[in-house]
């Protein structure tokens, strides 16, 4: 495999294990600074179970870390450059709204 595929797939990864809603959020939980599994899933309101798969894939692909400390286990962003990248994301998708009720105002006016 070249480099370029070799960059392509590894960017590829990173973005399935991202693209799931409960992840995103997730990680957005996060970017204000490390929580525990049971926080995590609390403020989620998904069971503690489905959470610890979301975790483990976002761990797993190097997005997150983990410590324990006691019994708990306590996730936080590894690379704060992932949250920049979902608020780029939010920055598209303002766009694209805004593109989308231009259409259909000037579709209205007709």
Known sequence: MQMN?????LKADMFKAIA????IRILELLKDG??????IFEA???EQAN?????????????L?????GLRVIYSIKYPEIIEL???ADKILVLQASETMKTFGSMTQD
Not at 5 to 9: F, G, P
Not at 20 to 23: D, I, M, Q
Not at 65 to 69: F, M, V, Y
């Open 44 to 46: 989620l309101n998904v």
């Open 5 to 9: 595929e070799r960059l392509s797939q």
């Open 34 to 39: 490390e929580h525990c599994v049971c926080d």
């Open 51 to 63: 959470t610890s798969q979301h975790l483990a894939i976002l761990k797993r692909q190097d997005i």
């Open 20 to 23: 799931h809603p409960t992840r």
């Open 65 to 69: 870390q983990s410590r324990k400390e």
């Open 86 to 88: 979902l608020e780029v």
